[in-house]
């Protein structure tokens, strides 16, 4: 690893991209694998994975606490390895809910509302203390790199764990998918405990909680007055309402894009899916882009990272224009293209976002890091939890007004362009007051100068 002055190396990096890794691979099987087997082998309505996938993120809100939790202590690791082993007891109590679905459906879907309330928990705690301790540990210059190799490693667990377990599967039991889920968890647990182990305490020295830092108190602050300091700072709550906004338009397109390829533009289900593919693709050349921008201009602080994050909301907010074009050109718009910028715009501005989060989250009250990046992490959560049911409820509205299946998608790519063009400006409300401040040497973050 290289030195504290150029924060944690590019190896140290990598390794808590494994800890993405880890949280993908569980969380792939939750919302991939048992969504299919309660639809298709249990034969049970697709409203219930829905509401128990609905239910995790709703557990989520509770990120704020787990960050708090984490400053107060003043070390993110116990709460990372926490996080995922409360991450992996979910994902088996959910695989076993499933199988017990199939003989006492009532008793299954009870453990299964448990499991899932894990589930959210472990990736609340998990994932908000990450990112937290990949802020204090980067060092500016690459925090724009690192947020792309952690969530493209993220990305690799969806994948990799889809291909693998899939196999694993085959022939289908229950028992099977109990003996892959309980598999998947003790990977993802020992790989995160060995990817952590020693790597917080020789890069990052966390500020105290904010009551602590005068010699005059001994008192540790409540959770309540650390949450009101938070969302009382100005740029704070900008950038909640920033995280919300453009979220809540870009998961809301997961569930409309195959569908309208079908429904509207004539495609099979090989090719809708090959376009969802193609979208993934440009998703991830948009997050190296950004990496190698930030790279190429030696610089990667917030002002940078903002202007990006604004180019990659009014960019997916075109594409969504375009897309609600296409339908009233089939045959002649140039759908793969149009989906492939969509996903290139989508996968810029997601990275600069988390980049920008990283930089910003020790720009307001000292000892508040995790609080901070925890109220953040909530308000991507409830984005996620309605986008899905909005973008697909909203379709279904429309369409019973207008009679026609054209008009209602048309109605949500436009909404969801309006949501990205929101975004936009309020990335660009984004002050120098309130950016300037991430924009600092190594110490700054957190950082002990005089570690080796």
Known sequence: MSGSKQGLGWLGIVRLGCVQTALGAIVVLTTSTLNRVMVVEIAFPAMLPGALVALHYFVQLSRPRFGFGSDTGRRRTPWIIGGMATLALGGVLAATATALMAYEPFAGIALAVVAFMLIGAGVGASGTCLLVLLAATVSPQRRAAAASITWIMMIAGFAVTAGVAGAFLDPFSFTRLIAVAAIVGALAFVATVAALNGLERRYAVLQPPAALQSPDSNDEPSFREALKDVISEPGTRRFAAFVF???????????????????????????????????????LLGMLAVAFLARASGSASVGLLRRVMIGGCLGSAVMLLALAIAGFWNGQWPLS????????????????????????????????????????????????????????????????????????????????????????????????????????????????????
């Open 337 to 452: 293209a149009s989906v492939f910028l969509l996903g290139l715009c989508n996968g810029v501005f997601a990275v600069a976002a988390i980049a920008c989060m990283m930089g910003l989250v020790s720009s307001g009250r000292k000892g508040r890091d995790g609080t901070r990046m925890g109220v953040w992490g909530a308000a991507q959560a409830m984005a996620f939890g309605l986008g899905g049911i909005a973008g697909t409820a909203v379709v279904d509205i429309t369409r019973l007004l207008f009679g026609s299946t054209l008009i209602a998608y048309a109605i949500v790519f436009v909404a969801q362009a309006l949501m990205f063009a929101c975004a936009a400006v309020l990335a660009a409300r984004l002050t120098r007051a309130s950016t300037g401040a991430t924009i600092a040497p190594a110490t700054a973050l957190g950082m002990d100068p005089n570690t080796v």
């Open 245 to 283: 906004i453009s979220m809540l338009a870009y998961s809301a397109q997961d569930l409309v894009l195959e569908p309208f390829a079908g429904a509207v533009m004539g495609l099979t289900p090989g090719q809708s899916t090959q376009l969802g593919g193609t979208q993934h693709g440009g998703v």
